[in-house]
């Protein structure tokens, strides 16, 4: 009985993840409100094409986080002004262990893998902590960049390979300063009609849970972006 309860638990926590999106408006764009109503006040807008990343429903709105680039911004959006990246054509995996997961489709292969991450053969920069708060040091960068994966604890693994061969085309998709990694968590899925893959994944130590969607047209990388999990 525990043990049921226990996938449940996991179960629940992880469809009620967030997920990206793409603004789709026969306007050509989509307000971004305040509040989730049509009366409520418009704080921006967003043209067709931006990618976002959407908690669950409420209502026909959706808790809409964008412009990733500079910093989050958030609103509400009508969840009909949203194609889902999980709406375009699946590809499924082929195989799937602790360590290696492997999509395939046609032409479309992702080969991606985790492994132990080893603090000696990097730089760890922390932060010094308050101590008159009782606050202990904690991991700030590695190797420079900011940590995605974990709450300032040094990182158990990070990924060993995200390669995507696409048809004649091999790529080496950008994985740095990414870690704990949740292969099991990772999704393939291609737009035929622009020719655009989208991959994503949802990855945590448990504390630092973050999403990130890698996205390549035409067999070339465009685009990697980051957002915090919830």
């Known amino acids: 009985m525990r043990k049921f309860l226990f996938f449940l638990i996991c179960f629940y926590s992880q469809t009620t993840f967030g997920q990206f999106g793409i603004i789709s408006d026969k306007d050509g764009f989509v307000n971004v409100r305040e509040s989730p109503n049509v009366n409520s006040k418009i704080i921006d807008n967003l043209t067709n094409g931006q990618i976002v990343y959407c908690l669950e429903a409420e209502g026909e709105w959706r ?17 009909s002004r949203i194609k ?30 985790k492994t132990k991450f080893n603090p000696k053969n990097n730089k760890l920069q922390y932060r010094k902590g308050d101590a008159s708060n009782n606050e202990m040091n904690y991991l700030e960068r590695i190797n420079g960049k900011e940590i ?8 158990k693994k990070k990924y060993g390979q995200f390669t995507l061969i696409y048809g004649k085309e091999k790529m080496n998709l950008p994985i740095d300063n990414l870690f704990e990694p949740n292969l099991d968590y990772t999704k393939v899925n291609i737009d035929t009609k622009s020719k655009t893959i989208y991959i994503s994944a949802s990855n945590s130590d448990g504390a630092g849970s973050y999403e990130v969607l890698w ?14 999990g919830f």
């Open 63 to 79: 808790p809409t986080d964008y412009d990733f680039i500079r910093h989050e911004k958030s609103g509400y959006v009508h969840n």
């Open 84 to 113: 889902f990246i999980e709406e375009f054509d699946n590809v499924p995996y082929s195989r799937i262990t602790d360590s290696t997961v492997i999509f395939k489709k046609d032409s479309i292969k992702l080969f991606a893998t």
């Open 215 to 228: 996205i390549i047209v035409n067999g070339k990388f465009k685009q990697r972006i980051l957002t915090f």
């Open 148 to 155: 995605w994966g974990t709450d300032g604890y040094i990182p």
